[in-house]
């Protein structure tokens, strides 16, 4: 059987073979072809015998026009075996049992031949052999050209049988009936009615069983939509579904993308148990679907996740909508019933007018699972709009979190220097290293960016050792090279200042490179001190007596009082470059005079001072005249690579 669209593109389905789809009509014998054609233009049709290009066996095609609203959409076909009209025609229904049919076609050949003939010699035609007289064949022949019927008789064996050949109305076949004169004494009306009678039962019967196989196969397509389209549970479209139309919605204009889904879902399936929980799903797909507008749809994805697509862009007109379904959702009747406080998480994800249709779909529906992840876990009902910058951020943090541990492996991580200028001497004091993240991508990722992640997650501890190792290293080679090496800061987070083992471990360090620990200064942050000042000091006091110089970093810029530098033993403190931004502002005179009592105090603490974030000429100036030792910022030198830092500055150069 086959169904062929107008397009001449048909599916075909064979007993015992596998279905095929989108097989073109031109690949069909020509008699079924054409039979098609008959039918695209309204006519049902019958066609000759041909010779199957599918099954290679000897079969005849029928097709029947489909209608939609009135018009052919498309083309009922099927084929069969000549032989399943044998059964009746030879049943021994046909003239009581007194004559036998054969079927003909217009050229007289036999197309299937009664068991029951007389005619033992198989002739090819009915007028092959001497049983036809020359005037009976006339006679036949001009009948048959006019598709009349025709009443004659032949002659076998001496016995004269009367014949009728009466058209079936189909490709020009004849029935050849033949009265063998055991039944019915002589042809009456009531045998031409009973051969009618039963080629109209016949061909009413053919009709039937190609309407029910017609509606059969539609049936089947529907089950087959339902089974790809819909969620069984709920009724609601599945996400299979929702991607197709997403694609053509985002194709006429922006819309947004909304997962909903309930808190707990897996608690309240296990308290009301699963047949409730179904309940509840279904209730949520009645009320999405009554707060859906125009051009608008939704899917249950699976357990209780949903999406929607609204034509609305604007959080603005969003967030109201949204609150008002929630509101639904959460009050309605059905749902009180639970006596369960129910909560739902919406995330949303926007896409303005003009975006490429079938990217953006995908892409809204990662984002939007995004968002809806940042709305969970709260107690009440929650709204989440994706946030491109968020996301940008997070995304990064995740890949610097899957790549440090093979990055610091690889040597990704390049220790940069910056110098330090003696105001005294205008000579060149140290440097500080700072770290740079050079990737195998050639992009360099500057410590702001995976500092305070590896702070939260540890890596930091590492990676300041290894900061340590880089900066012993840089010393060595300057030793061995005959240069006087500079001191270098290592800056050092609070994590592993506490490290159990960390002044041991820094003193082996310095050992295996052999570099005097003196050339080393550990710069800590202010903040370590909120804790536990004695600890701190306690630990101060053990890289010192092993010979390491300790530098309070960014003072100024937090929690930076006095009291903390009276009390902590350290050996230098860096001044944040806020302070030289507050002194050109209007507050100058005031913050100018506290930092020059700062420097002042410390000097009585023997404690040396850097300015950092020296920009300019006029910077300079002012922390000269507030009596700094040090000065370290963009007026001498970004911090660079340290193979420039040897040309530049160690090499007979000078700042
Ligand atoms: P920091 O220790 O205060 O380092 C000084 C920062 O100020 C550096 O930024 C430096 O490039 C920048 N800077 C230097 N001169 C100027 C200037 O004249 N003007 C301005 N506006 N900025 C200037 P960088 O290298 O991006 O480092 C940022 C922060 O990252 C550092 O601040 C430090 O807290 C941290 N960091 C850098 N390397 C390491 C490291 O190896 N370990 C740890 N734990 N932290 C590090
Ligand atoms: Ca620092
Ligand atoms: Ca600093």
Redesign the pocket.
């Known amino acids: 059987m086959a169904f062929y669209n107008t397009d001449l593109r048909g599916s075909i389905c064979t007993q015992d073979k596998d279905p095929l789809t989108n097989v073109p009509l031109s690949e069909l014998a020509p008699e079924a072809q054409s039979a098609v054609h008959l039918a695209i233009e309204g006519t049902s049709s019958v066609s000759r015998l041909f010779k199957s290009t599918i099954s290679q066996q000897q079969v005849f095609a029928y097709s029947i026009p489909v209608y939609a609203e009135g018009r052919v959409i498309g083309v009922l076909s099927a084929t069969d075996y000549m032989e399943i009209f044998s059964d009746i025609l030879s049943g021994n229904t046909v003239l009581g049992g007194g004559g036998y049919i054969h079927l003909i076609s217009s050229d007289a050949s036999f197309l299937l031949r009664s068991p029951h003939t007389v005619v033992q010699t198989n002739p090819a035609t009915i007028y092959d052999g001497p049983y036809l007289s020359n005037s009976s064949v006339q006679e036949v022949q001009q009948a048959m050209a006019g598709q009349e019927r025709v009443f004659s008789s032949f002659t076998y064996e001496g016995r004269s049988y009367p014949f009728l050949l009466e058209p079936v109305g189909l490709n020009d076949w004849y029935l050849f009936c033949v009265n063998t004169g055991d039944g019915l004494a002589s042809y009456s009306t009531s045998f031409t009615l009973t051969i009618g009678g039963m080629f109209t039962v016949l061909l009413l019967l053919v009709l039937f069983l190609m309407f029910r196989g017609y509606r059969l196969l539609q049936e089947y397509n529907r089950g087959l939509r339902r089974l790809a389209y819909f969620d069984s549970s709920t009724g609601a479209e599945n996400a299979a579904r929702f991607q197709q139309r997403l694609v053509e919605a985002l194709g006429t204009g922006g819309g947004s993308v909304v997962a909903l889904s309930l808190r707990q879902f897996p608690f309240i399936v296990e308290i009301f148990g699963k047949e409730r929980a179904q309940r509840l799903l279904r209730h949520i797909k009645e009320i999405l679907d009554r707060h859906m507008q125009k051009e608008e749809f939704f899917c249950r994805d699976s357990g209780d996740l949903f999406y929607l697509f609204l034509r609305d862009t604007e959080p603005e007109v969003i967030r109201p909508r949204l609150h008002a379904l929630l509101q639904d959702l959460e009050h309605n009747a059905e749902i009180s019933k639970l006596d369960y406080q129910l909560a739902f998480y919406c995330g949303v994800v926007s896409a303005p007018a003009g975006t490429q249709a079938a990217s953006t779909a995908d892409h809204l529906l990662t984002s939007v699972s995004f968002a809806l992840d940042r709305a969970k876990g709260g107690y009440a009902s929650t709204i989440w709009f994706f946030d491109t910058e968020l996301h940008k951020k997070e995304e990064l943090a995740n890949s610097i979190e899957s790549h440090m541990h093979q990055a610091l492996l690889d040597q990704e991580f390049k220790m940069f220097l ?1 110098p330090k200028k003696d105001l005294h001497t205008g000579k060149l004091g140290g440097a ?4 740079r993240w050079s990737t195998a991508s050639g992009r360099t990722i ?3 960016q995976f ?1 305070p992640l590896f702070e939260r997650n540890g890596f ?1 501890v590492k ?2 050792l290894y ?1 340590v190792e880089q900066a012993c290293r840089q010393i060595r080679s300057w030793m061995d090279r005959g240069i006087q090496p500079i001191p270098l800061s ?4 609070k994590l592993l200042f506490f490290e159990p083992n960390y002044v041991q471990t820094l003193t082996e360090l310095v050992h295996a490179y052999n570099v005097p620990p003196h050339y080393i200064t550990l ?1 800590i942050l202010e903040g370590l001190a909120l804790e536990n000042v004695e600890a701190l000091n306690e630990k101060i006091t053990q890289l010192q007596a092993e010979g390491f110089r300790i530098s309070l ?2 003072f100024g810029s937090g929690f930076s009082s006095l009291n903390t530098l009276g009390k902590l033993k350290i050996d230098e403190l860096k001044v944040d ?1 806020a302070f030289l931004l507050e002194m050109s502002s209007q507050e100058q005179a005031r913050v100018r005079l506290i930092l020059k009592e700062i420097v002042q105090i410390a000097r009585q603490l023997s404690i040396s001072t850097v300015a ?4 300019t000429e006029e910077d300079e100036q002012l922390i000269r005249e507030i009596g700094c030792d040090f000065g ?4 001498y030198s ?2 660079v690579s340290t193979e420039d830092f040897d040309r530049t500055f160690m090499e007979g150069a000078s700042l």
Do not use: F, K, T
């Not at 500080?432 to 770290?435: D, K, N, S």
């Not at 290592?490 to 987070?493: A, I």
């Open positions: 910056q500080e290293a700072l770290v500057y410590p702001g500092i930091c990676l300041d900061m290592v800056n050092q987070s710069e970093d960014d470059r950092e974030g020296v920009e370290q910022g963009y007026l970004h911090p």
